[in-house]
């Protein structure tokens, strides 16, 4: 993934994503459904095995978008520290 396009568009979405994950909005959305969530699995009775499941995958499903978020901007500043040195090295 070395084409210059493929770097940029790389590089936009981290950024992107760096923003959504930064935005008061999104981080209050983020709290709140791991709070309705993890409230409904605490306050779920022990024998709705299907209610605890329900509400510990909607968890897992908020982490896991987190965590999607973080590695797309992690690879847009893969990609901008790429750019800069294809920069640099044309320069030379």
């Known amino acids: 993934m070395d084409n210059v396009n493929d770097l940029e568009k790389e590089s936009i979405l981290g950024a992107e994503a760096e923003a959504a994950l930064h935005s008061p909005a999104i981080m209050r959305a983020f709290a709140d459904l791991r709070e309705k969530y993890t409230r409904r699995w605490l306050n ?19 982490e896991d978008l987190e965590i999607q978020l973080i590695g797309t901007g992690n690879n847009g500043k893969v990609a901008d520290n ?9 320069t030379k």
């Not at 779920?44 to 908020?62: N, V, W």
């Not at 040195?85 to 044309?90: A, F, G, L, Q, V």
């Open 44 to 62: 779920t009775p022990m024998t709705s095995q299907a209610d605890r499941e329900a509400a510990y995958f909607s968890i897992k499903a908020i």
């Open 82 to 90: 790429k750019i800069a040195e294809s920069k640099r090295r044309s």
